[in-house]
């Protein structure tokens, strides 16, 4: 049965594209009673498998040493919003060696289209079914920022999921978990990642929806998590598998995994990181319900949440929530003063729709408005701008983790991120190069340092027939480290500039010495 209930609102628009992909799922399935002969290496990670049935499909793939045709195996397929295949590959290699899963990555699928993607799982649901021998009863699917979104809303709609692993996102945009979600569900987020307010947010969401959930988080920004993160989602999906009776009982597996997060739990707790230790204990509680005694963790749980150092952890957090949120619609609410809105309203795919989950610059600014009132009736808001984007960047370099750092480092990522996604969209798909040039050069000014804002912006000018601004923007970007010299010359925003003096001098200072 598959779940077509009103949480799917948010996909309606893919909605087609979906439905191929649950009519197909059980017409493949019938595969992997007879797998080919294996032909691929074991304990390697092999960047580009093209799918026999449909070569414009491609995937990264690792399998495990002990993988033997004989034996069907768990599958986790990863989706990265670039269709970089091989990034979440090698981030769950070491615990796909460990426990005997394979691992895939699309090389197509990525933020924009879910159709896309779904063509791309559909393409390597039949070639893995084709090569190898998978346990249909295992299957699981992980993604990072609009590759999250999308695994989600693939598993939603299907009963071949038994979870989703989701980085830096949540649900896809208006879908809200409810009692249908049938997975267990890991998340991961980067206590710096700008959509950290979201995903802590679809926590509390996914208990009241009564589902099976663990979230993650972890010293970093908008990204996948770090191999031992990685490592613990999967061992949390096997303890969740014994659980739910898809996989053999293994009681030599649950005291090791036992033992290993209470050791972690007490070493936190020796380095005085009481809120991280009280984490532990809450979730060991939580994993470990129905297969041991957890009486000790949740004896431990009570007792570190009651510790003010916990209390004030957690104060501070929903403290650091609301000042993100604050600044950010705060900084919107001066740039509509600036640009009169056109350049973030008239725009409907906003990044969030993507993954960033960046703040819709056309909701309303927090009633803690402060000093924006004042800022909003003069025309001082290109110079509360500077302001604020400078105050920002150097708090985001500062030393140590501090509030301060991680609200700063979340407003500045989540700006840019969201001003280059709208800003692409504007210029690929809109058309609208004057919008997409001050969207790209906003991001140049949140992110100085970032070579890729001023290549976008490059080609935002030159699209616009400005040719001395798309030059000097082009010239920044290779000082400022952009390497890609062969992009550069085949893209045809460029062809008017290939005669003139500049660009050509340009590209032969960027052009590898031979």
């Known amino acids: 049965m598959f779940h077509n209930g009103t949480q799917i609102k948010g996909v309606i628009a893919s909605a087609p594209a979906i439905v191929i992909l649950v009519a197909l799922f059980p017409a493949t399935i019938g595969f992997s009673q007879a797998p080919n002969k294996l032909t691929l290496p074991t304990k390697v990670v092999i960047e580009n498998v093209v799918a026999a049935e449909n070569p414009q499909q491609s995937y990264a793939l690792y399998l495990p040493s002990t993988y033997v045709p004989e034996k069907s195996s768990p599958i986790l397929i990863a989706l990265d919003p670039g269709a970089r295949g091989k990034t979440p590959v090698e981030h769950f290699k070491d615990a796909a060696e460990q426990y005997g899963w394979i691992v895939v990555g699309s090389n197509q699928s990525r933020n924009g289209s879910l159709e896309r993607t779904v063509d791309s799982v559909n393409a390597i649901w039949r070639d893995l079914h084709q090569r190898f021998s998978i346990d249909d009863g295992r299957v699981y699917f992980a993604g990072f920022s609009g590759g999250a979104r999308a695994a989600a809303a693939i598993a939603l709609r299907c009963d071949c999921a038994a979870g989703v692993i989701g980085a830096g996102a949540g649900f896809p945009i208006g879908v809200a978990p409810s009692a249908a979600v049938h997975f267990a569900h890991f998340a991961f987020v980067g206590i710096d990642d700008f959509n950290f307010p979201e995903v802590n947010a679809l926590e509390e969401s996914l208990a009241k929806a009564g589902v099976n959930h663990e979230l993650k988080v972890f010293a970093g920004r908008h990204e996948w998590p770090p191999f031992d993160a990685a490592t613990e989602a999967i061992e949390w999906m096997e303890l969740q598998a014994i659980r739910s009776g898809i996989r053999a009982r293994d009681d030599k597996l649950i005291t090791l995994l036992w033992e290993k997060q209470s050791a972690e739990a007490q070493r936190l707790e020796g380095d005085g990181q009481l809120y991280d230790a009280y984490q532990v204990y809450a979730s060991m509680a939580r994993a470990f319900r129905l297969l041991r005694d957890v ?212 590209i032969k200072k960027a052009a590898p010495r031979s």
């Not at 699209?463 to 400022?480: D, G, Q, R, Y």
């Open 295 to 506: 009486a000790e963790a949740e004896r431990q749980a009570a007792s570190f949440a009651a510790k003010p150092a916990v209390k004030d952890a957690l104060r501070n957090q929903t403290r650091e929530i609301k000042k993100q949120r604050d600044l950010e619609n705060r900084i919107y609410g001066l740039l509509r003063a600036q640009d009169g809105g056109a350049s973030l309203s008239d725009d409907d795919t906003l990044s969030r729709s993507g993954g960033s989950g960046a703040p819709d610059p056309r909701g309303n600014a927090s009633n803690d408005r402060g000093g924006l009132d004042n800022d909003l009736n003069t025309s001082s808001a290109s110079g509360n701008l500077r302001s604020i984007f400078s105050d920002l960047r150097k708090d985001a370099n500062s030393p140590g983790d501090t509030s301060e750092r991680r609200v700063a480092r979340r407003v500045t990522s989540g700006l840019y991120v969201g001003f280059i996604e709208r800003g692409i969209n504007q210029l690929e798909t809109q058309k609208h190069y004057a919008v997409a040039a001050r969207l790209f050069q906003l991001a140049t000014e949140v992110s100085p340092e970032r070579a890729g804002a001023f290549y976008y912006l490059a080609v935002a000018y030159a699209s616009n027939s400005e040719k001395k601004k798309s030059l000097a923007a082009l010239k920044t970007a290779l000082e400022k480290g952009f390497t890609d010299v062969d992009t550069i010359k085949t893209n045809p925003a460029f062809e008017s500039l290939r005669n003139e003096p500049a660009y050509q001098e340009v």
